[in-house]
């Protein structure tokens, strides 16, 4: 599904849910309940009257809903901040106060993947967890941003697309529960305010064990030749 | 000579060293230089490298679940500034590239959805992101066993209740050993379905059960199965596997008055001192005499015919009015006569105030506990035209 470009202050909660109400939470509520997400708790609820398991059906929409509240914006600065290019243009910003640097970016496409989850307690007791994944891409076709003094201060131009899926991970596999495509407006979706601060290259970005980090420049590694030889040996 | 000092004097032999001193001398790359040279058959003690080591937590899962893989021992995939780069595989296949730091790396890996049941392999090599290219063999391995998916098969996806239905499961091999039970426990929709079940070696199982009673006509019903301990008389997993199962309507329904071969007779119906006995459209009325006789109230019956319809019009027209006359409001004189009120004190709420379950329902209290991942991981590619 593709809808119109989108506003300001785009979250995943508006984009998969709509409008960002309190009320938005039909549609999660219907998907959870069409995959018997209740049902992965086991026999722990079997003791729930219909009315109490809709009920449970409906708080566990709520929380799940709160898990999207991420701004979609910063989402897509955060995986910025690894760019070489952007980081290169704070350092050489840093190095000469007051000089500002137009940085193009090139097509390219922002994946981030987030699983958040919901713990169920029964009579205070966590019975199960319900894993959900949240999986964000934005595919920018252009963009040109400003830096100054070592921080992003302005998105001048660039438009694209983002899709957003949310799966729950169920025993028999994943069931997804919702599934939304937009066309995004760039400086419509990125706050900057005062400024965004980038890391310069002689700064580590932080990054998860385990996963790659986009734009890192690891450098080779000196021992490698003799490690070969000796286990060859 | 040189070759061998460059090769002990980093990563992990450092660390050695640092132990085989017992940390009384401050180990630096030139400590280490002076040691090796000093000490030339420490050079060969520390040159044993451990071995790059691979595990995966769980060792078995099922398609699209996602394990844990630990990666130790990595020196040679470390760059200069102690990143580890390495590229995992799914057999050999399934390539994506993992950092971590110190020779350790560790993530999420999803098994592929198509995986098939079995023993797979996951290995490591080392990856240059500069290059884009893995630079070194597989220097570890560790095996995955892909389980089964549990399934259920029922013999009949239909019948009426109290037909007997037989249930095969298999796949639920996750459920025996470890401590499980090595059984499974089916559910009716979301109550129990008879009692544990017991599991073969290949976390299969058949059972014969019966469609509940009470189990109401239409479709949607669910025969579901998860992980049962019998000694701890609780589930151990969640539903691993449903069937849908439709009841339908009793055939031919027979109705316990039609079947019934005889209205029971009263004996106050046969009692032989009915007054009366008419031919046509008799009215049976129980009732009780408005005297004791012999100290026991014995119930009696009047049987009356057409004649008697008029004292039946007139006891109901009595009830009536006697209806209205306690429903007609009272006046103030007539209260105060009749009604007094009593003050209760307070402290005697309590014993009176007792909440007593109704049978059938049962208080339970559902929490739920959201974990956001808001910072996740992100990943940029550029796209090329």
Known sequence: MTSDTVQAGLTARNLLLGSGLENDTAALRQALSEHNVLDAAGGKLSRLTGDGREAANDALASAAAGLLDLDLGDVLIYAWRTQER????????LRAPGRMEIVQLASHQVTSTHNPAVDLMVDGVRVHTFHFQLDLVLTIDVAAVIVQNGRLVAVKAGDGSVSGTLTLKMPGGDA?????????????????????????????????????????????????????????? | MLRTRTTVCTGAAMERLKRFTRELVVVSAATCWVLVVAHPTLASTLAVAPTPTLTAIPTSAYPGDQIKINGTAFWPCEDTSDTTNVMVFWDEGDPTTWTGLGGGFS?????????????????????????????SHTLASAEVQVLQQPALQLSSSE?????????????????????????????????????????DGNGAFSVDVTVPAAATAGSGHTVAAECYDPAAGSATSGVLARALFSVTSPTSPTSPASTSPTSP????????????????????????????SGGRWSPVALTVGLGGSLAVVVVLLAGLLAMHARARPRNSSWVHQHLRTVAQPLDAAPANSRIHSRPGTAPLSIGLEPHPDRPGNQQVKEITP
């Open chain 2, 107 to 135: 993530g999420d890996l999803a098994i592929p959805s198509d995986a098939s049941a079995g023993f797979h392999q996951v290995t490591a090599a080392c990856y240059d992101p500069q290059a884009r290219t893995v630079t």
């Open chain 1, 176 to 233: 997804t529960l919702l599934h939304q495509e937009q066309q995004i407006d760039l400086h419509l979706i990125i706050r900057v305010g005062n400024g965004i601060s980038l890391p310069s290259r002689d700064e580590k970005p932080a990054t998860a064990t385990g996963l790659s980090a986009a734009g890192r420049d690891p450098g080779g590694w000196s021992g490698w030749g003799s490690y070969i030889r000796r286990r060859d040996a």
């Open chain 2, 159 to 199: 019948g009426a209740a109290g037909d007997g239905v037989t249930v095969a499961g298999t796949g639920f091999g996750q459920c025996a050993g470890k401590g499980l039970g090595d059984s499974v426990q089916l559910l009716w929709d979301a109550s129990t379905l008879g009692g544990a079940v017991g599991l």
């Open chain 2, 265 to 292: 007779t009263s004996p106050a119906s046969t009692s032989p001192t009915s007054p009366t006995s008419t031919t046509s459209s008799p009215t049976v009325i129980a009732g009780q005499p408005s005297t004791p």
């Open chain 1, 86 to 93: 952007l980081a290169d243009a704070a350092r050489e910003t």
